[in-house]
C-alpha cells in the first residue's frame, strides 16, 4: 500500500490545520492506520490510529481533547483535525499503516511496514 500524506503548514498558536493520509494499492480494510510525528532531535513519536479498521480512536495524552482521527473509506482516506495548536506541536507529521498489529504494538513506530513521505507542520508562537 502506497500513503500520501498532505496538508501541513505554518499556523499561528491557536490555530488549525487538517492532515490528510490517502491510501492507493490496496485499501485500509483492516489495517491499523495511524499518524506519528518527529520534531528535530527527537524521536517519531505516536500521534493518534485506529486500530485493525475499526473506528475507536486512539490518541496519545499530548493530544487528546485538541486533535481528532477520522475517516472516509470511500476516499481510502485518513485525516487528522488539529485544533489548538501549540508550539511543541511542530514536526513533520507521517501516516503510517500495517496490516498485522497487535494492540500493544500500535504506538510502536518501528512495527509499520507502510509509511506516507511526510508533511511538516510549524506552529509559531
Known amino acids: ?4 500524506a498532505s496538508g501541513g503548514g505554518l499556523v499561528q498558536a491557536g490555530g488549525s490545520l487538517r492532515l490528510s493520509c490517502a491510501a492507493s494499492g490496496r485499501t485500509f480494510g483492516r489495517y491499523t492506520v495511524a499518524w506519528f510525528r518527529q520534531a528535530p532531535g527527537k524521536e517519531r513519536e505516536f500521534v493518534a490510529a485506529f486500530f485493525r479498521g475499526g473506528y475507536n480512536p486512539y490518541y496519545a495524552d499530548s493530544v487528546k481533547g485538541r486533535f481528532t482521527i477520522s475517516r472516509d473509506n470511500a476516499k481510502n482516506t485518513v ?4 485544533n489548538d495548536l501549540k508550539p511543541e506541536d511542530t514536526a513533520v507529521y507521517l501516516c503510517a499503516a500495517d496490516g498485522g498489529l497487535i494492540m500493544s504494538s500500535m504506538t510502536l513506530s518501528q512495527q509499520y511496514d507502510y509509511w506516507g513521505q511526510g508533511t ?5 508562537s
Not at 485525516?79 to 488539529?82: A, K, N, T, V
Not at 511538516?120 to 509559531?124: A, G, L
Open 1 to 4: 500500500v502506497q500513503l500520501q
Open 120 to 124: 511538516q507542520v510549524t506552529v509559531s
Open 79 to 82: 485525516y487528522l483535525q488539529m
